[in-house]
């Protein structure tokens, strides 16, 4: 069975651009979240998306956006980007239980010059 | 605020040591814990998971004990091989956020040949 896939590997982008970030989840998963992981910290919630519609939202800037497509694939988009943006950003999905283990994706290394 | 954490950010094992991985946390409201191992380079891989109404549980060489009267969590590696070497966090879901899960910072294993 296919794991989380996320897009692309690495992502290079200049102070004030926009990047997006694409993930799939695991066949059968509805859920998918996207975390931001900076260098030497922890993991920190940015979103959360189930059946197309946002669920909540970590402690972001609206600049942070995404959206989560019919065949529950999602994006997230990053706008006005700012240098402390560089980070892994990881996406992880879950089954339709709640409490369902989420599952991580590779991560996308962001990197703002 | 309410936190989860862990102990020790690094712990260095010989090969074939056993290996004690500690985390607190502060919500004794909290229903499910996640191990996660992190590879450099990759996104988190769930190692096992331990539910509130459990003190202990076992995996494939790993054994999570969970010590809710001191709101104490751990994940032991038996025999801790050089491909364990990661950093491992520990993660707390609550009832009524499932959509968060709080990371520790994590802990760094490195395993000594």
């Known amino acids: 069975e296919a794991g989380v896939t996320q897009s692309p590997t690495h992502l290079i982008k200049t102070r004030g651009q926009q990047a997006t970030l694409r993930c799939s989840p695991i066949?059968?998963?509805?859920?998918v979240y996207w975390y931001q992981q900076a260098l030497g910290l922890g993991l920190q919630f940015l979103l959360w998306?189930?059946?197309?519609?946002?669920?909540n939202r970590g402690n972001f800037p609206p600049r942070f956006s995404g959206r989560q497509f019919p065949n529950y694939s999602s994006e997230l988009n990053v706008n006005a980007l700012e240098l402390e943006d560089s980070a892994l950003y990881l996406c992880?999905?879950?089954?339709?239980?709640?409490?369902?283990?989420?599952?991580f994706g590779p991560g996308t290394r962001l990197t703002v010059l | 605020g309410e936190s989860v954490g862990l102990h020790l950010p690094t712990l260095s094992v010989q090969e074939g040591d056993n290996s004690i991985i500690n985390c607190a946390y502060s919500?004794?409201?909290?229903?499910?814990f996640i191990w996660y191992k992190q590879e450099s380079g990759k996104g988190p891989q769930f190692i096992i998971d331990?539910?509130?109404?459990?003190d202990k549980r076992q995996g494939q060489r790993v054994t999570v004990l969970l010590n809710k009267t001191v709101k104490h969590l751990s994940l032991q590696i038996a025999a801790t091989q050089p491909g364990d070497s990661a950093v491992y966090f520990c993660?707390?879901?609550?009832?009524?956020?499932?959509?968060?899960?709080?990371f520790g910072p994590g802990t760094s294993l490195s395993v000594i040949p």
């Open positions: 066949s059968g998963h509805t859920s």
């Open positions: 993660a707390e879901i609550r009832e009524t956020s499932y959509d968060k899960v709080i």
């Open positions: 331990i539910r509130s109404n459990m």
């Open positions: 998306y189930d059946e197309g519609e946002e669920r």
């Open positions: 992880a999905s879950s089954g339709r239980i709640s409490t369902d283990t989420q599952y």
């Open positions: 919500n004794s409201a909290s229903d499910y």
